[in-house]
Each structure stands twice: as C-alpha cells, then as structure tokens.
C-alpha cells in the first residue's frame, strides 16, 4: 500500500489539495475582511442627518367604557371561534425508529425522517 502510494505520487497530489483547499479559504476570509471595510468606509461616509419623530399622543377612547364582563365574553368567543375555524396542521414531521416489513424500505429504519399523519 506504501508503495503504490509513493509510486503514484500520493502524498504530493494529498498536500498539493489541502494546500489548494486552504489557500481557497484563506482567500474567502481575507474577501470579507475587505468587504466588512468597505462598509465600514461607506457608513462613516453617509452624512444623512437622524430622523426624530415627535411622541405620540395619547388617544382617549370614545364612547362608553367597555365593562369586564363583556370583554371576557368576546375574548371566549374569539377563542371559540379560532379553534373552530382555523385548524392546526393535520401532520408533522418526527424522527422515529421503526420496522418495516419491506427490504426494499430500509431506508426508513434508523431514525430517517417519516412523515406520520394524524
């Protein structure tokens, strides 16, 4: 095994790729080191003055308050409503360990994502 390593130039062609691969990453890091400047740059340079907004007033209700009763009453009748009309979803996704009788689903046995219906 030696042999035909050293025969075929194994460990040169290994050290050439790791050098090539970490070059490639050396150079990705050194790019968003130059873009995080040029941004930097680009925001010390904008000039644009800050927004102030004035507080915002008060709004006083209208009409008769609302008493606790009846705001209790909407609030059941809202939740009421939500659990008729809009239902959650009927599946979810689970890992599970199953047996399956099939050779040919094996796949599904160690943990795989299935898909499991309510």
Same mark, same amino acid.
């Given at each position: &095994? +030696?042999?035909?390593?050293? @025969?075929?130039?194994?460990?040169?062609? $290994?050290? #050439?790729?790791? =050098?090539?691969?970490? /070059?490639?990453?050396? &150079? +990705?890091?050194?790019?968003? @080191?130059?873009?995080?400047?040029?941004? $930097?740059? #680009?925001?010390? =340079?904008?000039?644009? /003055?800050?927004?102030?907004?004035?507080?915002?007033?008060?709004?006083?209700?209208?009409?008769?308050?609302?008493?606790?009763?009846?705001?209790?009453?909407?609030?059941?009748?809202?939740?009421?409503?939500?659990?008729?009309?809009?239902?959650?979803?009927?599946?979810?996704?689970?890992?599970?360990?199953?047996?399956?009788?099939?050779?040919?689903?094996?796949?599904?046995?160690?943990?795989?994502?299935?898909?499991?219906?309510?």
């Amino acid at each position: &095994m +030696i042999d035909s390593i050293t @025969q075929y130039n194994g460990l040169t062609i $290994a050290g #050439s790729g790791i =050098l090539v691969v970490f /070059t490639g990453l050396v &150079m +990705i890091a050194l790019v968003i @080191q130059l873009f995080n400047k040029l941004f $930097a740059r #680009s925001a010390a =340079l904008s000039t644009e /003055t800050p927004v102030t907004t004035a507080p915002a007033r008060k709004l006083k209700p209208r009409g008769k308050p609302i008493p606790e009763e009846h705001q209790a009453v909407i609030a059941v009748a809202l939740a009421v409503y939500h659990k008729l009309y809009h239902e959650e979803l009927t599946s979810e996704v689970t890992f599970a360990d199953t047996e399956q009788r099939s050779g040919w689903k094996t796949g599904y046995k160690f943990g795989q994502r299935i898909h499991v219906s309510r």
